[in-house]
């Protein structure tokens, strides 16, 4: 079993931060990518930020300045920091995970979801 544990979502005002955590646990042998996806009510799910297991990243455009992802190879753990948050940075944030698990290869994993509001 593998588990994907987001934390750190809220309601913060046009101009604020948050920063976004994501643990995974579980018999993991090995992690390559990890990334965060967003989905606001009545739109399609989208890409956020990805980063590999070197450590190369990846943005949307529309993000692109403002938030920055990371991760923490030892602790199996992605981070995404969101600086000069927008009204239309509202969403379900989610994060995911191409893990390589013994016997079952690599799978994708992804978390819960985690709410993220920008109102004043």
């Known amino acids: 079993q593998v588990h994907l544990v987001e934390s750190g979502g809220g309601l913060v005002q046009p101009g604020g931060s948050l920063r976004l955590s994501c643990a995974a646990s579980?018999?993991?042998?090995?992690?390559?990518?990890m990334g965060w996806y967003r989905q606001a009510p009545g739109k399609e799910r989208e890409l956020v930020a990805a980063?590999?297991?070197?450590?190369?990243?990846n943005y949307a455009d529309s993000v692109k300045g403002r938030f920055t992802i990371s991760r923490d190879n030892a602790k199996n753990t992605v981070y995404l920091q969101m600086d000069s948050l927008k009204p239309e940075d509202t969403a379900v944030y989610y994060c995911?995970?191409?893990?390589?698990?013994?016997?079952?290869?690599?799978?994708?994993?992804w978390g819960q979801g985690t709410q993220v509001t920008v109102s004043s």
């Open positions: 980063i590999t297991s070197a450590g190369t990243t």
């Open positions: 579980g018999s993991i042998f090995s992690i390559n990518s």
């Open positions: 995911n995970a191409f893990i390589f698990v013994l016997a079952r290869g690599t799978q994708v994993y």
